[in-house]
């Protein structure tokens, strides 16, 4: 989330027409279409994030701005060229990193909280912990992961260390 993708499209010989199809998982599709002979370019139904990036001797590729999770699904490339048709299809799958926080309850019981992450995040205590994480999915496909610290020894140490682990990276805090 938040960074851009840039998806390029193989060629072979003289392209005449270049179309990308987008189908996200929200919202409708998306058309962009580009036609050498007149050098035109069309866009029907794509949000304003998603352009051609023009590279100096390259092929048209697509960058997608800013990506959120809208943006994930299919992304099917079709090139019409004079050597025949050619589709490379992607498939876009966003990752949010979750925001960390670890703060005390009213029994003063150590509680780690990895909100929104796509997918869920994985969480650990140092020391041990014999509790179990709690998920809460959200509607944009994101999930809050909750975990309460509660041990049967702490082995005299006063600080618990939550640890999170998640596709976009690793974290950890510690409380005292």
């Not at 599709?29 to 035109?40: I, V």
């Not at 205590?125 to 992961?145: C, F, I, L, M």
Request: net charge negative; aromatic share 6%.
């Amino acid at each position: 989330v938040g960074d851009s993708s840039v998806l390029t499209c193989p060629t072979k010989g003289q392209i005449s027409v270049l179309t990308w199809t987008i189908n996200p998982k929200a919202g409708g599709p998306c058309t962009l279409a580009y036609r050498t002979d007149t050098n035109m370019t069309e866009r029907i139904n794509c949000s304003d994030n998603i352009k051609w990036k023009f590279r100096a001797g390259l092929a048209l590729a697509l960058e997608i701005q800013q990506v959120g999770i809208a943006q994930e699904g299919s992304y099917c490339c079709e090139v019409a060229s004079i050597d025949g048709i050619f589709r490379t299809t992607y498939h876009l799958t966003v990752l949010a990193p979750p925001r960390l926080s670890l703060y005390c309850d009213e029994q003063g019981s150590p509680v780690c909280e990895a909100a929104a992450g796509k997918p869920p995040a994985q969480l650990s205590w140092v020391p041990e912990s014999s509790s179990r994480a709690e998920e809460k999915s959200h509607d944009n496909g994101t999930v809050t992961v909750l975990s309460k610290f509660t041990a049967h020894s702490t082995n005299g140490t006063n600080v618990t260390t939550c640890m999170v682990s998640h596709p976009a990276g690793n974290w950890s805090q510690f409380i005292a």
